[in-house]
């Protein structure tokens, strides 16, 4: 097909997502900068094709892509309450790596190290290229390049949908062993030869600013090759069976420039339908979703108080250790409290197709902000949007701090304290203004105190604390994204707020802000949620969109590849 | 009555408003600081006893009072298409007042000189007292102590309510001349002497930074013992027949200050009453209200654009000149083009108590913005409100540039470019998002450009001009009041928006965007409403709160004075 502008392509129904999220973990945070990037291991997944997404925003570019790996990764337990999805059938062996200078550590069963050596959890703007070993972990591994280093029968890799995996796990189990009976074979014949790859591998997650778009570029270029060399074939064949998917304002943009410098398949995908299609799949992945609870929310915002909610609580015990310190006006308790944490992955027993997260609103904080209504069956439409996003508090920060990047912004907001510059409702009465419901802690006017102080403007900018001011417009950022979104929320009849988008970055004060808003103005009926990998929702919908589902039929012998969708 | 917090009132059914707003007129403008506290001209109007209202908001302290003033006074001419309702009855004369030097002019019938010795059409934060002079001009006049120095029958100041006399305006004529009647024999007697006061007046508005309350209270003590000389009165007598009525959340903080150092009585009054009640009366003023048609808004945010809408339209027949040249896409347009300007006053002719505009919606923009839904009998509820307002711009602006109040950084912003420091759609795409409805020159990101600049920040701060982020910010804040009012105006199915506070300022940029705001969110159902005395409702509303209706029968005999509410 010839190349065109943007199609206009038609709402799309439910898809069934082809890929399988079976046992998919988050492998473990390697520092809060890599905080939301961390990587999903798939187990049971194998990419024909390999499928570069590439989501290109007003200031960042977010990566997708799926490596091969064998190595057993550390990971938080999941919580989902069904047995761990994780113990792998008794008949295989997890493998460990080779380390970096060649030795390789002794086999053993359920290792939870930390995979510090895999080289695709990017930390933000790390442009480290993959290591450059002739090893096919880490690497992009179509499985069409499979048979030219496999000197076994090739084993058949097996695409399910992943409702039916949901269903039949035991099932699945049974021919995952038969199919992984060969490659289990073949890692005992050799310990110390690097390893064919298992079927499954890591999706990653990698982050650059759209700015320095060559970085990106570089990158790809670099991973490509890296991989071409691990895979043993030419640039130009693995060239051949990579795709990349563009989505974001930018792949218009820089379309022409991706086709010509990478040399591979550049298709463009829309950019609110990869929005929607993320959020599906990711929802799935165990302990993606996750929100506060008002003991959480009020801990974060009031942190000289006796609650004793933890931040980082994790289990359902510890939840009941919880005391509800809270006075009931601070927060209105029409229903009763969630816990602090809890894992959302929950099973379709019924076999549907329909994402438990669906109908609800996400709204996408960016450089700005897009919220968009998701029905029930996926389909979705862009209702509305601010333009005060991410973009905004950045900017404002950045000439009003010394902060050199967000992270650092959001550093300085944890020590600041915004009453210092917000007039507040009791700066203006003296006291509550209870006949309309508002508190003397409630911010009347966001930076409103800073005029007042001292006859001239640079008495003025010496008198407030760079602390105190990056606060107060976090504050305001947030509480009306919050705002915005509980009014949409409202007005189409949802429940369910998801916030996806750089923005957040499992920032505490800002998860707890948008949960207040929410929260407050729906009088406790809504619920804001939030997700690991906020950022990354266009992405993984690009990278997933061109999944062609297999067959049913074939389920079982395990024949055939399936195809990437060729270029639009 | 003991002082006690504020009490809770309930919701008031509609009142009559007493004050006769027949033949008012608003006095010419004396200067653009000036444009929206210009005095308000009532011939038919006086005060019992002499009520001084002030709204003390979190950055502004407004104040209105009532005085004497026998000058005809420069004034548009009014557009109700009445005849003009400052024709005055053929028996009486208006005297022009004496000059400052004591000389007087010769006197004549419509005189349409500028009021420049009115003393008290205040500049903002003009603080000079009111000119000591032993005339009733601009003093406070009471109607009490005109028995102290009329040597003929007292005449009987009328009180009847809008309403009657909207429905009769010849009757109230006939019953005026004849209360006039006095007046115009004793000024015939004696020219050059001082008049005494006609009945009528003038309604004085006057603004103060909360911050300097001191200057506020020496001000009003000032006008008090001007208007005890020029009524030959005591300090003491002076002083009984004064009351401030207060509003705001300052009327809490400081309430016993102003009862201690002003020494009269202090009544508070509640805020979001206030609000509604001024709204209600100050509508019923010809010319107060006004709205931009689309041309206006069009030609404001295009001035390069080759539309022939005028900013100063003031009449029907200039706008019969406007052509129509915005594309059909730039403007939806569901309904007939309003005119650039016009008179909203209205005649109810069934003689019903309902206000034009209501229901409506009036979005009151001070440091806060405070969101109020009022139904058609006047019973309102705040409904909503956002903490980004007028004091988180002035805020921001007091950092960001060098501009030193509020009306500096309007006038920065007029000449700015915010294309320059937003990220437009455009930016993100290259080319317009149409599938969603986005332009290319909508603003995706505001100062969403700023972060990019510059490897640190003190490059970035000299990278952009004041001009063009005091534009950004101005958008950016009063796009999100358009978008939260739209958001509630539609949620309770309201068309009219009113926008008050002392955030618009005439301020054509803001007007525009506010307009375009609602237009756009609306598709174009919904209109932004202005009023001239935008900032003053919550102290026009105290002010009209106190004065007591007069019992029907009384209307003709002319006999009592009302009285003012005592303290509550």
Request: charged share 20%.
């Amino acid at each position: 097909m010839p190349t065109t502008p943007m199609p206009d392509i038609s709402i799309p129904q439910a898809r069934r997502i082809v890929v399988d999220t079976t046992g998919a973990q988050i492998v473990q945070e390697e520092s809060p900068a890599t905080r939301d990037s961390r990587g999903i291991y798939l187990p049971h997944y194998i990419e024909p094709v390999s499928h570069i997404a590439i989501d290109i925003g007003g200031s960042l570019a977010k990566v997708v892509y799926f490596t091969r790996s064998n190595q057993p990764l550390s990971t938080t337990p999941p919580q989902s309450g069904h047995s761990s999805p994780f113990l792998p059938p008794s008949e295989s062996v997890f493998i460990p790596p080779l380390a970096s200078n060649g030795a390789s550590s002794s086999s053993s069963r359920h290792q939870h190290e930390s995979p510090s050596i895999n080289p695709h959890s990017h930390a933000p703007f790390d442009h480290s290229p993959p290591q450059r070993r002739p090893t096919l972990n880490g690497a992009l591994t179509p499985g069409v390049l499979l048979d030219d280093h496999e000197n076994q029968n090739p084993p058949s890799p097996t695409y399910t949908s992943s409702a039916n995996k949901n269903k039949s796990r035991h099932q699945h189990s049974t021919s995952f062993s038969s199919s992984r009976g060969n490659f289990s074979k073949y890692r005992r014949d050799s310990v110390g030869v690097p390893a064919p790859p298992l079927p499954g591998g890591l999706l990653n997650f990698a982050r650059f600013e759209t700015e320095n778009i060559e970085d990106l570029i570089q990158f790809l270029n670099d991973l490509i090759k890296t991989s071409a060399s691990a895979n043993r074939v030419s640039l130009e064949k693995m060239q051949k069976n990579v795709k990349v998917m563009a989505t974001g304002g930018g792949a218009h943009m820089y379309y022409d420039r991706l086709k010509k410098e990478l040399n591979v398949q550049v298709t463009r995908e829309e950019e609110m339908e990869c929005l929607i299609l993320g959020l599906g799949f990711i929802t799935r992945v165990p302990q993606e979703v996750f929100w506060f609870s008002e003991e959480l929310v009020y801990k974060v915002s009031h942190p000289d108080s006796t609650t004793t909610a933890k931040i980082s609580t994790e289990s359902q015990q510890q939840q009941e250790n919880v005391k509800l310190t809270i006075p009931p006006s601070e927060l209105p308790r029409p229903s009763p409290t969630p816990p602090a944490y809890q894992v959302t992955f929950a099973d379709t027993l019924d076999g549907t197709e329909s994402v438990p997260h669906f109908p609800c609103l996400i709204v996408n904080i960016g450089s700005g902000v897009s919220i968009v209504k998701v029905d029930e069956d996926g389909s979705f439409e862009r209702v509305s949007g601010t333009s005060l996003g991410g973009g905004t508090l950045w900017g404002l920060l950045s000439l009003l701090t010394d902060a050199e990047n967000f992270d650092e912004m959001l550093l300085l907001s944890e020590q600041g304290d915004n009453s210092a510059v917000d007039m507040l409702v009791g700066d203006i009465y003296g006291s509550d203004y209870s006949k309309i419901g508002l508190k003397s802690s409630t911010i009347a006017s966001s930076f409103g105190k800073v005029f007042r102080k001292g006859p001239n403007s640079k008495d003025r900018k010496k008198s407030f604390k760079q602390e105190d001011i990056a606060r107060s417009l976090l504050y305001a950022i947030s509480n009306n994204i919050g705002h915005v979104a509980y009014m949409n929320a409202a007005k189409y009849g949802l429940d369910k707020v998801f916030f996806g988008g750089c923005f957040i970055r499992g920032h505490a004060a800002t998860i707890s802000t948008l949960s207040y808003a929410i929260r407050f103005w729906s009088k406790g009926t809504m619920r804001a949620c939030f997700l690991r990998h906020e950022g990354f929702l266009g992405a993984i919908g690009a990278w997933i969109k061109n999944v062609e589902p297999e067959p049913e039929q074939q389920h079982e012998n395990g024949n055939g590849n399936g195809n990437g969708k060729t270029e639009e």
